[in-house]
């Protein structure tokens, strides 16, 4: 699994190729358009190689006349651009996106940053390598504060959610496990997986998963799963912890990351003290205090 990081990392020598590719083109049209511009530069470069060789051979004379010649030309250049209205960087290499200077992140007013819109191929393909491909949909901006009527309670639901992502506490309560708890048709899903996108818009790495499905996920994937920066398991119910090894995969994964204070949302439409009951005990004691999210409130 790669990290939205790594995949714009990887992007980089293809952006370096499209620079220089598009100042080539530019030097092209302008010499197009100005060929005595061409023909001096093309003298400047002459008079650089003989400069060089006469420095090989020491000969203060030889460059010393080159300097000159160098000058001159360089004087008749600018005054070509000038009446040409040409701009002095046109052969120099520029960044393709005016927003992050190709580095693929932007900063916000707060400091924060976030993936520029420039390297949306590279979000989208994180998204779908991260759990996400089937919620192509689904982004934070489309969530609804107001779409059953209490916006005070989704308001509060979505950013509880955002601050365990970030790693924000203000309850006392430090434990890196969260479970979301509301009922059936509630958008829980559409928020979990919109959470997590935003955590990987933010540079992080992010997950999102299926409970019952955690034990059809590679090796390599369930290692990486331990260390990411965020993770969300979906659909989680006390019965699915006791089938398929789903209990003792999640149990591995959650110590892990407990240890290392990595943030963990369980989203369920059961009742957390219901889940602590009946799930697998290995689970149980983790979830007992675990931090919970839910219309009801804590």
């Known amino acids: ?31 197009r358009e100005c060929p005595e511009l061409k023909e001096i530069d093309d003298q400047i470069l002459s008079v650089r190689n003989n400069r060089f060789i006469a420095v090989i051979d020491k000969d203060e004379r030889l460059i010393r006349r080159f300097d000159i010649a160098e000058e001159e030309l360089q004087a008749k250049r600018d005054r070509i651009m000038q009446i040409n209205k040409i701009d002095p960087g046109f052969d120099m290499i520029r960044s393709i996106c005016d927003k992050c200077n190709d ?7 707060d400091g924060t940053l976030k993936v520029c819109s420039c390297r949306k191929r590279e979000l989208e393909m994180c998204y779908e390598m991260s759990g996400m491909a089937d919620y192509s949909s689904y982004k934070m901006k489309n969530y609804r504060d107001d779409y059953l009527g209490d916006a005070q309670k989704r308001k509060r639901i979505r950013n509880e959610f955002l601050k365990i992502m970030l790693g924000i506490s203000e309850d006392g309560n430090d434990s890196s496990v969260c479970v979301y708890s509301a009922p059936p048709q509630t958008g829980k899903t559409f928020l979990a997986v919109s959470v997590c996108k935003t955590a990987i818009n933010l540079g992080k790495s992010a997950y999102y998963a299926k409970c019952e499905d955690l034990p059809l996920l590679g090796t390599d994937t369930l290692e990486d799963l331990k260390r990411i920066d965020f993770l969300v398991i979906d659909d989680f119910a006390d019965e699915v912890t ?57």
């Open 103 to 109: 580095t693929g992140f932007t900063k916000g007013s």
């Open 242 to 298: 006791l089938f398929k090894n789903v209990g003792s995969v999640l149990n591995s994964i959650l110590e892990t990351r407990t240890a290392s204070k990595l943030p963990t949302v369980l989203v369920t439409p059961f009742p957390k003290n219901e889940l602590v009951s009946k799930c697998d005990m290995r689970i149980s004691a983790k979830l007992a205090s675990a931090k919970l999210i839910s219309p009801e409130g804590r």
């Open 1 to 31: 699994m790669k990290t939205i990081k790594e995949l714009i990392s990887e992007g980089l020598t293809e952006v370096s190729a499209a620079r220089e590719i598009l100042r080539d083109e530019n030097i092209k049209r302008v010499y």
